[in-house]
């Protein structure tokens, strides 16, 4: 049993040695040689910084490596990156990840927009070590802890559309869906009532505290419907509810809106921010996020405007984050809530001194 072990192994050696000949003497008569395994080469770690920032988990630190997983409302989940796919090659440009994957036979690019640069300046600079799997966002995710936040949802029927340049041709709400959902399961543990979730149209119903199973039903029991919405009416009785229980020590409000902004109806509104930041006592008190789901040019012209005007129209304090879709899209739901407050709701850095 042991001479059948050791003659194996020797021809193994000797296949792989004659391979590796044959692949010379093909070379220098300039004949096409046989693919080889692509190597990262760098760090050993380098490779689960780009993999860890775009939500992939592969199944060893080398080049070629297969995906294992990838997580639900990354980057690389709308990137059409599939689990299976082997990984060929990687290259980064930017904040560019570029993939070169092979599936089926058939090799395919996957391009995910990633803050690379500088996530690992930030984790070489403060010697935090990397390893597959790890996520990059632990502290910022705590920041979430200090706000009381809430979600609306549009439900309008123009939110089932599957042609509005969602990755994977997913619908608007179905694209939507996947984000909140990814959205609880990476804030279940730092947010100790979870989030307020608010889904409208011309109506709106409010479920507090969620969990996964109101997700699970909320969206079971609503689809798009509905040809009118009116964003005004539930952002006005959310904000009114804050300002009612406000405590001296309450926590900053977070409005987060996922919508399109087209067909709206009621109040307008900026009449409903200008006058909830009169009941302001301090700027980044509550935050309205618009995170516009869609390329409609309407709804980018109105949240832009309300970002960058609301005090030249009379507000106490600025109170609008936009994001436009294109980055939405690319960089997922959860980076831009944490995003939106790390930028609004931080008390701002005092001035460098001369």
Not at 164 to 187: E, F, I, R
Not at 224 to 235: S, V
Not at 287 to 315: I, T, W, Y
Request: aromatic share 8%; net charge positive.
């Amino acid at each position: 049993m042991c001479r059948t072990r050791i003659v194996i192994a020797m021809v193994t050696f000797l296949s792989i040695t004659v391979h590796s000949w044959t692949d010379k003497v093909l070379a220098a008569e300039g004949q096409k040689t046989a693919p080889k395994s692509v190597k990262l080469y760098g760090e050993i770690n380098d490779l689960s910084i780009l993999c860890s920032s775009a939500g992939i988990k592969l199944s060893k630190n080398m080049l070629p490596a297969q995906i294992d997983h990838i997580s639900l409302g990354s980057a690389a989940a709308y990137s059409g990156a599939r689990s299976g796919d082997k990984v060929l090659n990687a290259a980064v440009s930017d904040n560019l990840l570029t993939l070169t994957l092979e599936r089926k036979g058939r090799q395919y690019q996957a391009k995910i927009a990633t803050d690379v640069k500088g996530l690992r300046a930030e984790f070489e600079n403060k010697n935090i070590k990397w390893s597959i799997g790890d996520s990059p966002f632990d502290k910022q995710l705590r920041t979430l802890a200090g706000c009381d936040i809430t979600i609306m949802l549009d439900r309008c029927a123009t939110m089932a559309d599957n042609h509005a340049g969602c990755p994977g041709d997913l619908s608007k709400w179905m694209w939507c869906k996947h984000q909140v959902d990814n959205l609880y399961l990476a804030t279940n543990r730092v947010l100790d009532n979870g989030f307020r979730l608010v889904l409208f149209n011309d109506t709106f119903q409010v479920r507090d505290d969620v969990t996964l199973w109101d997700l699970k039903e909320f969206f079971a029991r609503n689809q798009p419907a509905g040809a009118r919405k009116n964003i005004g009416q539930p952002l006005d009785s959310i904000l009114t509810d804050y300002f009612k229980a406000r405590k001296p020590d309450s926590k900053p409000g977070l409005i987060i809106v996922l919508t399109e902004g087209t067909e709206n109806v009621g109040v307008p509104l900026q009449d409903v921010l200008i006058e909830a930041s009169k009941k302001m006592t301090r700027q980044g008190e509550v935050v309205v996020a618009f995170m516009q789901v869609g390329d409609s040019l309407h709804g980018e012209e109105l949240f832009d405007d309300l970002d960058r005007n609301l005090v030249a129209k009379g507000a106490r304090f600025p109170m609008v984050h936009y994001k436009p879709f294109a980055e939405l899209r690319n960089k997922g739901l959860l980076w831009e809530v944490v995003t939106a407050v790390t930028e609004t709701t931080q008390p701002p850095k005092p001035p460098s001194p001369k």
